[in-house]
């Protein structure tokens, strides 16, 4: 299982996005441009030391993001995390070889990227209230995900 960032422009969100990778064995996609340097501080201080640990690939782009798959043998679906989803991520079933992505903080992903998940989930909010935190979402729906594959790392 992988957790991909398409363009992310909060260092602080990357940087505990990796950091939670790093912790639960999960590889990271960075997917550029992103809205800030990797070498941003504010980047370094979420990530703290654990960035050395976390297994990054990063794309120069979402065609190079898409092109990579195949040669890395990455037969997984691609699930999107989106506030246009049309299933609950709870009512969804993962797999060990799924990859699931996040968009931008600031603009989600483009059609394009929506067209090309092959699922689109969702986390149901209270009415009127429009999205949480990237990093949140990602860190329950990836919870959600290695419950069901028994990916937790440690696990025996």
């Known amino acids: ?57 990063r794309h120069q782009s979402w065609a190079r993001f898409r092109d990579d798959q195949p040669a890395k043998n990455l037969s997984g679906r691609l699930v999107l995390l989106t506030t246009r989803g049309d299933m609950p991520y709870t009512g969804f079933t993962f797999a060990p070889g799924d990859t699931i992505l996040v968009g931008r903080e600031s603009a989600g ?17 209270l009415p009127g209230l429009r999205s949480l935190n990237v990093a949140q979402a990602a860190a329950m729906v990836l919870g959600e995900a290695l419950r069901q594959t028994g990916g937790f790392p440690g696990k025996t």
Do not use: T
């Open 1 to 57: 299982m992988r957790l991909a960032l398409y363009e992310p422009d909060i260092p602080q969100n990357a940087g505990s996005l990796m950091r939670l990778g790093a912790c639960l064995g999960i590889g990271i996609d960075i997917i550029e441009p992103c809205g800030f340097l990797l070498s941003d501080r504010n980047f370094r201080r979420a990530g703290m030391d654990y960035l050395k640990s976390a297994d990054i690939r």
């Open 109 to 125: 992903v483009p059609d394009e990227v929506h067209a090309a998940a092959d699922a689109r989930l969702v986390i149901p909010l």
